[in-house]
Structures are given as structure tokens and as C-alpha cells.
């Protein structure tokens, strides 16, 4: 199967900072990238849509501003949480795909102090 | 009434037992039925990826679709503990450019 990398695998920063995230498809070039949020026992929430070169459409309720996405090539993409928060700490899982079916990133552990 | 509807378990079988894992969805444009498997803190990984109504199997897994009853499975037979995990059905058509929509996931629990 295809394969999608996250790094890093963890994080902890301090409240106020950014963290970046990065996203990338191994064997395949993703024309389309996803990125959701997941908290403790619950479904993915999808956060974002992007494709290659093209802006980010966001879902509703997911603030633009304060998670900043980059798809700047067809296996690179990034998440960049700005100006991080205690209630930012969750886990990102990003996604890929350049077919029907999505492949999944290993996910990034974001804590925020 | 959501698009997928999926019972969220959790679901506890014993080591051996052949698990019934299930979704309904209410749009008929779908098209591509999908299985994931997520384990706790962990990424999904694709499982199963059938296109249309019928049988598909891998292994000890087979994915079913029945479209006229917008209802689809996934068994497992001879469970093991390592298959302890969420089980994610995903689908996606010609609408909304192909969006996926994911069910919430089936929490199963196999005992030794």
C-alpha cells in the first residue's frame, strides 16, 4: 500500500509558539491532502482539504489563520499551528491520495503547555 | 441524519470468533467502500477498498457491499487480540468531488 510519513511523531511546546508539522507522501504523489484532528476515544474531524498548489478550503469552524496549510508539492505538505494554545494539544493526522482511497500518516502528538 | 452511520461498541469478542463489523449510509451516489483500521494512537491504516456492490476478501477479512440496502460489512474470521483496534468504514462517490465521509468507528475488544 501507499505509504504517508508525519514528523515529528510528538511534540510538546510552550503556549504561544507555532509548531510546524509536516506531511508527506513516499511512493505516490498525492494530488489531494487531508489534515484532521482527532481527540481521546473520538472520530476524525477534518480540519482542512488541499491540493497541489492551491489554497486550503477549511471546514467550517477550523480557524485559517491559527492552522496555516502549505501543500507546496505533490508529496509535501505542512501544518503549521500558529500561536499555540493549551486546547490546541490534540492529536493531527494528515492524509493522502491520488485516487479513491485515502492513505494515513502515522499522526503527531501535539501538546501545548 | 447522518451520511454513514456506524455503531460505535464497543464490541467484545472472544479470540476465534468471527466479527461482524457494519455501516449504513442513506447517499446512493457512493460508490467506493473503504475499511480502516486505527489503533490507539495511531494513524488509520487501509484494510479493505471495494468499488460497488459485492464480496471482497484478504486473508481472514472480507468486505461486502450491498448497495441496494446501502449496508456494508466487514468480517473477520479467527479473531486474534492484535485485532483489537477501531474499525473506520469510509466511503466516497461522484459528489462533492469525491469526498470521503467517514463512519465514527467500531471499538472491538478481542479477548484471549
Known amino acids: 500500500g501507499a505509504v504517508v510519513s508525519q514528523h515529528p511523531s510528538r511534540v510538546i511546546c510552550k503556549s504561544g509558539t507555532s509548531v510546524k508539522i509536516e506531511c508527506r507522501s513516499l511512493?505516490?504523489?498525492?494530488?489531494?491532502m487531508f489534515w484532521y484532528r482527532q481527540f481521546p476515544k473520538q472520530s476524525l474531524m477534518l480540519m482542512a482539504t488541499s491540493n497541489e498548489g492551491s489554497k486550503a478550503t477549511y471546514e467550517q469552524g477550523v480557524e485559517k489563520d491559527k492552522f496555516l496549510i502549505n501543500h507546496a508539492s505533490l508529496t509535501l505538505s505542512t501544518l503549521t499551528v500558529t500561536s499555540a494554545h493549551p486546547e490546541d494539544s490534540s492529536f493531527y493526522i494528515c492524509s493522502a491520495r491520488d485516487g479513491r482511497p485515502q492513505y494515513f500518516g502515522p499522526g503527531t502528538r501535539l501538546l501545548v503547555l | 441524519q447522518k451520511e454513514v452511520e456506524q455503531d460505535p461498541g464497543p464490541l467484545s469478542v472472544p479470540e476465534g470468533a468471527i466479527v461482524s463489523l457494519n455501516c449504513t449510509y442513506s447517499n446512493s451516489a457512493f460508490q467506493y467502500f473503504m475499511w480502516y483500521r486505527q489503533y490507539s494512537r495511531k494513524g488509520p491504516e487501509l484494510l479493505m477498498y471495494t468499488y460497488s456492490s459485492g464480496n471482497k476478501e484478504d486473508g481472514r477479512f472480507t468486505a461486502q457491499v450491498d448497495k441496494s440496502s446501502k449496508y456494508i460489512s466487514l468480517f473477520i474470521r479467527d479473531s486474534q487480540p492484535s485485532d483489537s483496534a477501531t474499525y473506520l468504514c469510509?466511503?466516497?462517490?461522484?459528489?462533492?468531488?469525491?469526498?470521503?465521509?467517514f463512519g465514527a468507528g467500531t471499538r472491538l475488544f478481542v479477548k484471549a
Open positions: 469510509a466511503m466516497s462517490g461522484n459528489t462533492g468531488g469525491f469526498k470521503t465521509i
Open positions: 511512493d505516490f504523489q498525492a494530488t489531494t
